[in-house]
């Protein structure tokens, strides 16, 4: 065979079942060896929805998605996606041919135009390199999976130009018969547990932090028997969220988006238990949520602790390994007196001021949330718009509410969220997006045109670039340049083959959901107010302390 056929046969072997891709002349060979090794082909239009598709497969199944991409430009234009990918901890191979060493003559456009030395740049993100060759392209190929799956990374399979067509002789069934994936997980010491043991004890309230290290089905439970034996409110981050839906003690995300009595339960507990929540500075709102209180922070990537803020007892440990050991000395001496599991405090209530074509934001969440199926994945773009599917939207776990503002690039919902609905047919897929967020990637919306999936698209349009109205008013300048007016994008969605509707009013919204036939995407266009302020936002206004004039 081929190297590109050893290549293709390895990747489904190893369980690629979908290859997200925009193809070219470099990486042409390997495409066609996918479909013929029997992968499902996703042709995108532009490599940052490619690398967003995988990405967006990776987080809804948990297993390593498959992209690929051209050199030079195409390797350019994917970069926004894949350093998303890096920084969510979400793994995928890409395969990417590289021309930067064929003399130009030889290639004139290939190399001499596109050319473009791939590794110091993948470096400068965070993205490994495992360079194929054509004597070990199976074993290559499993390297670049192990490395994937193991580090929750993206990883880039290099093919150099020419090496997709020489022969290989690399034995596929050897390669991938003994793949192993399996880590022992890390058992903490003695003295790390004493001390989180003893932090437990002298605690007056207790506040358990489940991050994504923390989101298994074993782990949950057991952090939800540790809050009834120390009385502890519990909460998620962001990746961790829908983790606690049925404990009466759970706050909801701990962060930006915590709600106001949320927030006050949270400052008036002296020690917070983190297990697998990397305690960044926006989970901790720089910090201000750990103030004054006895932090002891537990997981199994030793480099995780300490890394944002300096914490009271670091454990160096696995979540389930920690928390079942702590349940058992906790039940087999009981806290005196014993504590009551606390009930969390409720969501502030909220006057919906929505008007024809003004529609409130929170009122658009909370209807999407009512009328929309249980059964769904919601992908959140980034954007000013983003606190209400997060907060005014259920969400049953971490891998039903994927937010992909982790490079904070508005744009980069439509990839994932098409990589979502590829991987959980069963579910329904909903993107939601900005008006700014919908002119940036529009041109993939025709994936799901083509494909005929049947793809939810909410695009909350006030016809500005909303965060930064709120930051020039903070600033005390003019709102004039972040506001472009708004336009019928649903006409823009018709276009390119999709239904679409401009939502007036809400009491229209069910009628738009059922009469859609499901054979493709629906885009509805929320025409929002510009009056409704996301709360997270009020830590930039320098005119105030606490979010009120002064």
């Known amino acids: 065979m081929i190297t590109a056929a050893v290549i293709a046969a390895a990747a489904v072997r190893l369980g690629a079942k979908h290859l997200f891709m925009l193809m070219g002349g470099t990486n042409m060979h390997v495409i066609h060896h996918f479909a013929d090794a029997g992968a499902a082909l996703h042709h995108l239009r532009h490599e940052n929805a490619v690398v ?32 998303t990918a890096v920084k969510a901890r979400s793994p995928q191979v890409l395969l990417l041919p590289d021309t930067s060493a064929v003399p130009p003559r030889q290639n004139p456009f290939e190399a001499g135009v596109q050319g473009l030395a791939a590794d110091g740049i993948l470096a400068d993100i965070g993205v490994p390199v495992v360079r194929v060759s054509a004597d070990t392209a199976a074993h290559d190929t499993v390297s670049a999976y192990l490395t994937a799956k193991r580090t929750r990374s993206p990883v880039a399979l290099v093919i150099p130009h020419g090496v997709e067509t020489a022969a290989s002789a690399d034995d596929v069934e050897n390669a991938t018969r003994l793949v192993d994936v399996t880590t022992a997980p890390v058992v903490p010491s003695d003295a790390a547990i004493d001390a989180a043991e003893h932090a437990l004890r002298d605690a007056k309230q207790v506040v358990i932090l489940a991050g994504r290290g923390a ?48 927030k006050q339960a949270i400052d008036e507990a002296n020690c917070v238990l983190a297990f697998g929540a990397s305690l960044n500075h926006l989970q901790t709102r720089s910090s201000t949520y750990l103030t004054g209180k006895v932090v002891v922070q537990v997981d199994a990537d030793e480099l995780a602790l300490n890394k944002h803020d300096r914490v009271a ?36 209530p909220w006057d919906d001021v929505s008007a024809t074509d003004q529609l409130d934001p929170r009122a658009v969440a909370s209807t999407l949330d009512r009328l929309l199926p249980a059964e769904r994945t919601v992908v959140v773009d980034s954007g000013h718009f983003t606190s209400w599917p997060i907060t005014h939207m259920r969400h049953r776990g971490p891998d039903t509410m994927l937010w992909t503002a982790d490079f904070g690039a508005v744009g980069s919902g439509i990839g994932p969220s098409l990589g979502a609905a590829v991987g959980r047919p069963d579910r329904t897929t909903v993107l939601v997006v900005g008006d700014c967020g919908f002119y940036m990637a529009m041109g993939d919306l025709e994936v799901a045109v083509r494909e005929r999936i049947p793809l939810v698209v909410a695009c909350f349009n006030d016809g500005a670039a909303g965060s930064e109205l709120l930051l020039a008013e903070y600033a005390d300048l003019s709102p004039d340049e972040a506001i472009f007016g708004v336009a019928d994008l649903a006409k823009a969605a018709i276009g390119l083959g999709a239904s679409g509707v401009v939502v007036e009013s809400l009491d229209d919204l069910g009628h738009a959901l059922s009469a859609w036939d499901r054979t493709g995407p629906l885009f509805l266009d929320f025409h929002i107010t510009r009056a409704v302020h996301a709360p997270r936002y009020k830590e930039y206004d320098h005119r105030t302390t606490d979010g009120a004039e002064r």
Request: charged share 15%; proline share 7%; aromatic share 6%.
């Open 52 to 83: 967003g598709a995988a990405d967006g497969y990776a987080r809804a199944t948990g297993d390593v998605g498959w992209s690929s991409v051209i050199q030079g430009p195409g390797l350019t234009n994917a970069m926004t996606a894949l350093r």
């Open 215 to 262: 989101a298994h089905p074993e782990a949950t439970a057991l952090l939800a028997r540790l809050a009834e034996l120390t009385g502890a409110y519990l909460a998620t981050s962001v990746k961790a969220i829908g983790i606690f839906n049925d404990s009466p003690a759970n706050l909801g995300i701990f962060g930006g988006f915590t709600h106001a009595a949320g």
């Open 313 to 348: 007892v670091p454990v160096h440990g696995d979540t389930i390994v920690v928390a079942r050991t702590l349940v058992s000395r906790l039940e087999a001496c009981p806290l005196e007196p014993a504590r009551s599991l606390p009930t969390a405090p409720a969501a502030e």
